[in-house]
């Protein structure tokens, strides 16, 4: 289905739909990448640093220990942070990973705008695409179709980049040898990984799979 592809909102050179969707796909599948990559860190373990970083009080091989077996029970490798004062004093690697958290919102903002105006209609939008008629759109305006999926997408992004900056201010805090902002580092983590994987799944049953050309 060749149509015509847009910069600057204004009619540029055409191109195919599915070359368009392949740009979302890849979207994704970067995305994808980037929060694997910043795995590894995330599980480097302060664990046998004790207070400060220097072990005081615990066993020499505690941390490699415990690393085994987490590794054991949970079945995720992990393992003993190799400077323990570092691991205490900072929280770089989750704030990594959720910085390719965001990259993914982002990700998910652009189609989801992408595809509400490419649905916009029914009369005098762009009228490209039809999307699921999930709830009525209007009492008052008929064929009124709203893209709420694709809202509740760009909603959730913007609470993964507002909890990214909480993030990122919480990780440049705590003084000398322990950051102690890691429940509110946490807390805003966990929301950002359960709204994104919910919105997806939603996203993906309530609209993706439904999606056509308007002919």
Known sequence: IIKIGRTHLQDATPLTLAQEFSGYLSMLLHSKEQIIASLPTLRELAIGGTAVGTGLNAHPELSQKVSEELTQLIGTKFVSSPNKFHALTSHDAINFTHGAMKGLAANLMKIAND???LASGPRCGLG???????????????????????????????QVMGNDVAIG???????????????????NFLQSLDLLADSMHSFN???AVGIEPNR
């Open 205 to 207: 049953i309530h609209c």
């Open 169 to 187: 201010f919480a990780a440049s805090q705590g003084n000398f040898e322990l950051n102690v902002f890691k429940p509110v580092i946490i807390y």
């Open 115 to 117: 595809i509400r105006w």
């Open 128 to 158: 490209e695409l039809i999307i699921p008629e999930n709830e009525p759109g209007s009492s008052i305006m008929p064929g009124k179709v709203n893209p709420t999926q694709c809202e509740a997408v760009t909603m959730v992004a913007v």
